[in-house]
């Protein structure tokens, strides 16, 4: 059981930046895609980025260019570096992996970010 604890949330004004880690606990090198998601209050989950072990990752467009995802394979830790953050970036964030077809989620960390 993959077990996935979230870090680095918290209030920001618009145009400032956070940056949140997960960690996996466990000896789980092979785990493949690791990523973020995020749901907003009323919103359902959305993809955030994604990142796989080989390091190819994929962006939501409306986060493009403002957010990083990186992780580090020894340390099973995925990072999520977000700048430039507006008042619609305000959501929960999920923490996200995948190990042999079985989704594992985060507590979720909560990001606001004030206008």
């Known amino acids: 059981q993959v077990q996935l604890v979230e870090s680095g949330g918290g209030l920001v004004q618009a145009g400032g930046s956070l940056r949140l880690s997960c960690v996996a606990s466990g000896r789980f090198f092979d785990l493949n895609t690791m990523g973020w998601y995020r749901q907003a209050p009323g919103k359902q989950r959305e993809l955030v980025a994604t990142?796989?072990?080989?390091?190819?990752?994929n962006y939501a467009d409306s986060v493009k260019g403002r957010f990083t995802i990186d992780r580090d394979n020894a340390k099973i830790t995925v990072y999520l570096q977000m700048n430039s953050l507006k008042p619609e970036d305000t959501a929960v964030y999920y923490c996200?992996?995948?190990?042999?077809?079985?989704?594992?989620w985060g507590q979720g960390t909560q990001v606001t970010v004030s206008s």
């Open positions: 990142i796989t072990r080989g390091g190819s990752t």
């Open positions: 996200y992996t995948n190990r042999y077809g079985l989704n594992y």
